[in-house]
């Protein structure tokens, strides 16, 4: 490690020199005077007991200037000897170190003085510098306001331009004319940028770059510049010696490359006295064509000199010449210690050393054997001579003493180090001297919150009195202190120091710095915080999660077990049509828990292909039933949810398992305690009066006790046929007595229509659509059903050869039955635009016509209940998914336990905040959790402005970003299992079970968890994109998105805001354990500590007040929020702009969450994003001239904001994006600070802020002039549109270029962006391209509402494109103009390069679902290819047919055929047909991959072998 580094470290005890048993320290003659070494050794070792051995290494412990005698050398060595504790060791033979070190040849290389006059041109280069120099100075007169931040500026810019100066003079006198002018070329190269500074910068620093090119063009008049290569091999570099171009010094340089031949392995380190040497020699170098087979290049340090080098260039320029890639290498004496190069075979001193430390150093860098160490001496010159003589002594002295020491001297002299000041931390051992201190107090003000306007630091005031000094030390305002005076010292410089340690030990003592001394970082409090970095993954939407689901307690029953009366809460279902000639039986729940009011009593709409039901939901009181009411309650249920929704004969021979009848046993294990309710019918009629229909009810326990004596029926051939209870007839006696005979009773042939029977073979329910006159079970059975073959004749050999039966009435006609089917997700209004798409994807609607069925009656068991109650069996899986939403969401509810009043927040909030995207459904927590988010901030950043006094504004804003980060939210929403109440995927009607039904589609646990809850366990937890996110097993276990969580603990906030105010979301998070408490004592205190602030009325504030149209009761607040806090006051606007940006973003979020009900929730953010930001409040303030009245010292800022103000339209209308200059920060800041202001003066009265602030804010942007950055407009626009956009940014030097490519299906766009930040180029780029777009006829339509967005499902539906879902991401106007453009006007420049794209290779294609359009969209993106669009076509069969093939064929009455459509730019339209498949997705496969082989055989792409 670096010394500092361990310095460091010792000082914050973080590390003790116990710990350490050896040191090995390089360059050991370092540690002298304030260096690291130095005070390692003395603050350190020498006080420690247990000190570790130093080993020290340097190739010359002499280090001053000048001659070192013997006796100065024994000094030096002493003194070292002395700080290191050592003794000093040297080599008196060199023979065997020249083994593994050879030593440098050394040689004097001379030249002759300069002969060439350079007078005139210094004199005129002189000239032009003062003349500049006094424009500087005249122009920082002239400024009318000039504080602190420019003069430090005109400081700066003037040293700078002096240096400049100096530079040039050096070159011309040392190198010559080419150099001098190369040199002017390097600072005019490193003129500072001036973008965002000020009018009169921005002068000053032309007036420098005018200077630097005057020079330029004072030296090349001197020079022969027309020829560009005058370098070149006819040159004649003696003649531009006389001429001045070159200095004879560097003529006799090049003669020393020009030694050195042709060949490549040469490596030469070229030392030089300063950093413009370096840099314009090597570029002289590098124009030498006789040198040209050389590689040049220079090193230099990393200091903070505009020339220096950042390291990580020093670091590839110093490989490069160790791995022989550069040859020639320029460097200063920053490469005279610690670089080993081995095949360095010549070092050149180009300038002297002047020390012999720099002197031996410099010649070691020459490693190789026979390697040169070759000095420049002028002839003639007595300086240069003296100086390499006394140099060369030194050395001799140097290792003469160190040979021929005293071993004992080093015993005898006494060590005497001073006593430092030092203030030491009793609990870990930290400490800080009075010299360190001083680069603390640095530190700790670097921490402090500031910006471009103001950089907090400390300043320091000295007093001289009585021979003393005495020094004030001032903090910034956001400073734990502010003032603190040192003691009496007696230099300034100490007094300084003093200061200080002192405000260092008080800066501990209040806790601003730890107790390692260092400026401390807030952490977060232990009761609701979480640490970063601890559980990194929380709360992220890459992380996935593994929980359970929370049960209903409500649906628990234990009336299962009694043999007696039970007890039930009775709830009434109506169901209403709005076709009034479809009705609906009525229902009633029969429950054991009473429930809430608002679960309990309820209206709900149920949406089925073309008509509505409306539903009522109501408690009538209590029902008692006695055993037998309950047997056949049970027995209702079970049949009718079996038989429509599940299967009444269960086993078959092809399963291997025997056919039984479902409810021939006991029936108990189809039961669960903890779903336990009754479904049963209502006798129909207006009356108020609740009648359960018991003949309807009985008639299904003699269905059942018919099937059981009838169980023998068999499905597989191996059955006889039942003995009826009537006796045969023909159809002759059918005719005549209109009576049809079914399996159990004969029926009036007038009576059937709408009747409900059940097949006695199958076990399945139909409706009765009417009697097909004509036809008997010996009618063709390919005719009747419009089979095209089938391996049957009529019905009767139908049923003998599948069913084993033999018809006792096959005279009879057939009937034409309607059948049951699945139930479906009624809780979407899929006729409804905004969710025909979502609807449509979750597979909650199916519109195909049903095959209806032909069968003989006697193989139907009449059912005698009425057809409307088969109708509201489809009902019910909707309602009662709803209604179990309630019930759970009303189970948190009474978690939470919050009542208030006369107000509960309804159950229905709660479930919305419960509810995802991925439920499809017509609500959302997004909307709520964007308030919640607000609510959250705002309460969070109240409660520490008012619990934090003395905080400034960053420990504020870190102590909220913890409290309100997504991981914290995570953990607090699984320590309260919100986890389990979140409804995380679309209601799927046929994985819902009522109590007494079997599932027909069970999904069993593979989840490797016993229990209902998952445990909170990283095992639980993947990062796995395959992971299936809301698919849940019989267990109720279903991964989750991490960032769920977080977002429905914001959403619980929002809606317990949005039913009980502020008081409610309080409570709500009280309940969470978030500490956001407002006590109004607090408010108190505040108002109370501002008030006894020294105030001076003034005219400023009285107009201020009347613009914003409040007087405030405390006058200071105000004068507070006006003060930047580069006025170095005691006080500044940074703690109030904390708390009015919550405020802000709370009043706004609140606004338009009212104000745009029917919006989608990622449009409300947009709107949100747009009207909560900095550019926006600017804009207020620059409207309401509230600018003029903030309070400042920033030169850099008083013109940035008087740009802005004359950048701003005459009428004002600043609702739309206004590209070119932005607001500053400060002007944002500013109106946030009133804002804040306002708040705390009003005794947090966010309705009366909202009256003041909404007119200052209007107009509030709405969604018809809302803006999109231009890269998300891109990205939109070509999504809806299955364009593909390919992106590509290099650095240019400081630019970033930005290339965006789009290809249209006749023409490849390309737009180019340039800016210092890669996403403002991205966003030039991307507005360029949209501009193009649109004089194509290609535009993006703002809608004014918009539907909710279900592109969150996880179905590898995503894979396909579908026309909803561009309809849901923008809707697209393309004008009726063609956009066709005529070959003439083709730009072949911007279209070369996918020209010459190489054929694309895919290894293999992934032949499972999905993988094909995968495959085939890739190829697409990457080529820059418009989107394929598929078109599916269904083809019917009555009789089953093969579909699909290997191991997806299968059998089937339905298949698709899909046809896909390709648009290949410059190629043309390719369109394919696919295969047969049972479904949609299958069959796009299918199309996909013969067009991925049509490709292929077109020449596209290759498809390699797996």
Request: hydrophobic share 35%; proline share 4%; with cysteine.
């Amino acid at each position: 490690m670096t010394p500092q580094v361990l310095l460091d470290a010792l000082r914050k005890a973080f590390l003790s020199l116990e710990m350490m048993s050896l040191m090995i320290i390089d360059e050991c003659h370092r540690a002298t005077g304030n260096h690291p070494y130095a005070k390692i050794m003395k603050e350190f070792y020498h006080k420690s007991n247990n000190k570790p051995k130093i080993f020290g290494m340097t190739a010359s412990p002499v280090v001053r200037k000048g001659v070192s005698s013997s006796n100065d050398c024994e000094g030096q060595i002493s003194e070292l000897e002395s700080v290191l504790d050592c003794m000093i060791y040297t080599v008196e033979d060199r023979k065997e170190m020249e083994a593994y070190v050879p030593s440098a040849k050394e040689s004097c290389r001379f030249f002759d003085p300069t002969q060439f006059s350079s007078l005139d041109l210094k004199a005129m280069v002189e000239t032009s510098w003062l003349k500049a120099d006094a424009s500087l100075s005249k122009l920082q007169d002239s400024l009318q306001t000039s504080y602190e931040d420019m003069d430090d500026k005109f400081k700066t810019l003037q040293k700078r331009l002096s240096n400049d100066h100096a530079k040039i003079l050096h070159c011309l006198d040392n190198l010559g004319l080419i150099c001098a002018y190369e040199a002017v070329k390097v600072c005019l190269e490193n003129i500072p940028d001036t973008k965002e500074e000020c009018e009169a910068y921005r002068e000053s620093v032309l007036q420098c770059k005018n200077f630097l090119e005057e020079v330029l063009s004072i030296i090349g008049e001197a020079l022969p510049l027309g020829d560009e290569n005058f370098l070149n091999s006819g040159f004649d570099y003696l003649k531009a010696v006389d001429l001045g171009y070159l200095s004879p010094k560097l003529h006799e340089l090049l003669q020393l490359f020009q030694s050195f031949g042709e060949t490549r392995q040469v490596l030469c380190l070229i030392f030089v006295e300063r950093i413009v040497t370096a840099k314009v020699i090597e570029r002289f170098v590098k124009n030498v064509s006789y040198l040209s087979h050389f590689v040049v290049s220079y090193l230099t340090g990393s200091n903070t000199s505009v020339d220096s080098l950042a390291p990580k260039m020093q670091k590839e320029t110093l490989e490069s010449f160790r791995s022989g890639k550069v040859n020639l290498l320029f460097a200063t004496d920053v490469v005279e210690e610690g670089i080993h190069v081995p095949n360095c075979s010549c070092v050149i001193r180009f300038d002297l050393p002047k020390t012999v430390r720099s002197y031996v150093q410099s010649r070691g860098r020459a490693r190789q054997s026979n390697s040169q160490f070759i000095m420049m001496l002028e002839r003639g010159n007595l300086k240069q001579r003296n100086q390499l003589y006394d140099i060369i002594r030194s050395e001799y002295s140097m290792t003469n003493t160190a040979m021929n020491r005293d071993p004992d001297l080093r015993l005898l002299k006494e060590r005497t180090f001073e006593e430092t000041n030092v203030y030491i931390v009793d609990s870990t051992g930290a400490s800080i001297t009075a010299d360190s201190a001083v680069s603390l107090i640095h530190r700790y003000c670097e921490k402090l919150p500031g910006d471009k306007y103001y950089m907090p630091k400390p300043s320091f005031k000295l007093t001289f009195s009585g021979g003393l000094y005495e020094c004030k030390l001032t903090l910034p305002v956001s400073a734990a202190f502010q003032t603190i005076v040192g003691p009496l010292s007696r230099n300034s410089h100490l007094a300084k120091q003093l200061v200080c340690l002192e405000a260092c030990r008080q800066l501990h003592q209040m806790g601003a710095l730890d107790d390692h001394l260092i400026p401390s970082i807030e952490e977060p409090s232990e009761n609701h915080c979480i640490s970063k970095g601890k559980d990194s993954g929380a709360g992220t939407t890459k992380r996935k999660e593994l929980h359970g689901t929370t049960c209903i307690h409500a649906l628990s029953g234990s009336w299962g077990e009694k043999p007696d009366v039970a007890v039930f809460f009775a709830y009434k279902f109506e169901f209403s049509c709005n076709i009034v000639s479809v009705v609906y039986s009525g229902f009633v729940l029969l429950i054991e828990s009473k429930l809430a009011d608002d679960v309990g009593n309820i209206e709900l709409d149920l949406y089925l292909i073309r008509k509505m039901v409306k539903t009522c939901v109501s408690l009538r009181g209590q029902v008692h039933l006695d055993a037998e009411q309950m047997m056949k309650a049970k027995r209702f249920q079970e049949f009718f949810f079996n038989g429509l929704f599940g299967r009444l004969f269960i086993g078959s021979k092809s399963s291997g398992t025997s056919r039984e009848f479902l409810l021939q046993n006991k029936t108990s294990f189809l039961w669960s305690p903890s779903n336990m309710y009754l479904l049963l019918p209502l006798e129909d009629g207006s009356s108020n009066e609740l009648r359960i229909n018991w003949p309807w009810i009985t008639a299904c326990t003699f269905a059942v006790e018919f099937l059981n004596k009838n169980s023998l029926l068999g499905a597989d051939g191996d059955g006889g046929n039942p003995s009826w209870n009537h006796t045969g007839s023909s159809v002759t006696e059918c005719k005549e007595t209109n009576v049809i005979h079914f399996a159990n009773s004969p029926v009036d042939v007038n009576n059937l229509s709408n009747m409900v029977v059940l097949a006695i073979h199958t076990g399945r329910i139909y409706s009765i659509i009417e009697l097909v006159s004509d036809t008997s079970a010996d009618s063709s059975f390919n005719e009747t059903i419009d089979s095209v073959s089938s391996e049957f004749a009529t019905f009767s050999e139908y049923f003998h050869k599948k069913y084993g039966i033999v018809l006792k009435h096959p005279g009879q006609p057939l009937l034409l039955l309607k059948q049951s089917h699945n139930p479906h997700n009624l809780l979407v209004n899929f006729n409804d635009e905004g969710f025909s798409a979502k609807a449509s994807q979750a597979g909650l609607v199916n519109e195909k016509p049903r095959n209806n069925i032909h069968m003989p009656p006697e193989l139907l068991l009449v059912l005698d209940v009425p057809v409307g109650v088969l109708k509201a069996f489809y009902l019910l899986p909707s309602l009662m998914h709803r209604l179990e939403s309630l019930m759970l969401a009303s189970q948190l509810r009474e978690e939470i336990d919050f009542h208030s009043g006369n107000f509960n927040i309804p159950s229905s909030l709660i479930l919305e905040a419960l509810t995802t995207l991925r439920c499809c459904e017509s609500f959302s927590m997004e909307r709520l959790e964007l308030l919640g988010d607000s609510v959250l901030k705002y309460a969070v950043s109240c409660h520490l402005f008012l619990r934090y006094p003395n905080k400034h504004e960053g420990q504020l804003s870190a102590r909220r970003s913890w409290a309100v980060c997504n991981s914290t939210l995570h953990k607090l929403g699984t320590d309260h299992k919100l986890q389990g109440y979140i409804r995380d995927s679309a209601f799927d009607p046929r994985h819902w079970v009522a109590p007494g039904q079997r599932s027909l589609r069970p999904v069993p646990c593979k989840c490797r968890v016993d229990s209902l809850e998952v445990p909170l366990n990283k095992i639980f937890q993947t990062e796995d994109p395959k992971i299936k996110v809301g698919k849940s097993c019989d267990r109720g276990h279903r991964w989750m998105c991490s960032k769920t969580i977080s977002d429905c603990v914001e959403a619980l906030i929002g809606a317990y805001y949005l039913s009980g105010g502020l008081i409610a979301a309080l409570h709500m998070m009280n309940w969470l354990g978030i500490d956001a408490e407002l006590d109004p004592s607090l408010v108190a205190e505040a108002i109370n500590r501002v008030s006894l602030r020294s105030y001076v009325p003034n005219d400023e504030i009285h107009i201020i007040e009347s613009k914003i149209g409040y007087k405030f009761s405390v006058k200071f607040f105000l004068q507070e929020a006006l003060t930047h806090a580069s006025m170095h006051e005691f006080y500044c606007y940074q703690r109030l702009e904390f708390l009015g940006d919550s405020v802000l973003d709370l009043l706004i979020t609140r606004y338009l969450y009212h104000n745009h009900t029917d919006i989608d929730p990622g449009e409300l953010t947009d709107l949100r994003s747009a009207s909560v930001n900095n550019e926006s409040f600017a804009q207020v303030a620059v409207r309401h001239d509230l600018h003029k009245h903030l309070q400042h010292c920033s030169t850099l800022l008083l013109n940035q904001i008087s740009e802005y103000v004359q950048s701003f339209p005459e009428s004002h209308d600043t609702t739309g994006s206004r590209p070119g200059i932005k607001g500053p920060k400060a002007l944002g800041d500013l109106v946030e600070s009133i804002v804040g202001a306002i708040l705390i003066d009003t005794n947090l009265n966010l309705d009366e802020v909202w009256r003041i602030v909404e007119p200052l804010l209007s107009p509030i942007v709405t969604l018809d002039k809302l803006e999109l950055p231009p890269l998300r407009e891109l990205n939109e626009l070509c999504d809806s549109l299955g364009y593909f956009i390919k992106e590509k940014c290099v650095n240019k030097g400081e630019m970033v270029h930005a290339e965006l490519r789009l290809q249209l299906d006749d023409i490849l766009l390309v737009e180019e962006g340039f800016d210092r930040s890669r996403k403002v180029a991205k966003g030039k780029a991307a507005s360029y391209l949209l501009k193009e777009l649109e004089n194509r006829g290609i535009s993006r339509k703002r809608r004014k509402q918009g539907c909710v967005d279900s592109s969150q499902t996880t179905d590898d539906d995503s894979l396909e494109p579908t026309i909803h879902k561009r309809r849901r991401r923008a809707e697209i106007q393309l004008l009726e103009e063609s956009t066709t453009v005529p070959s003439a006007t083709y730009d072949s420049s911007k279209t070369a390069c996918s020209t010459t794209t190489a054929t694309p290779v895919i290894v293999t294609i992934n032949t499972k679902k999905g993988g094909p359009r995968t495959t085939l969209f890739e190829l697409c993106k990457k080529l820059l290819w418009p989107m394929p669009t598929f078109k599916a076509t269904e083809h019917k069969s009555s009789a089953p047919m093969e579909i699909g093939e290997g191991a997806e064929r299968k059998k089937g009455f339905i298949s698709f055929v899909s046809k896909i459509t390709l648009n290949v730019p410059r190629f043309g339209i390719i369109e394919c047909t696919g295969d047969a498949r049972a479904d949609k997705k299958s069959s796009s496969d299918s199309a996909a991959l013969i067009m991925l082989y049509e490709l292929e055989q077109l020449g596209k792409l290759i498809i390699g072998e797996s």
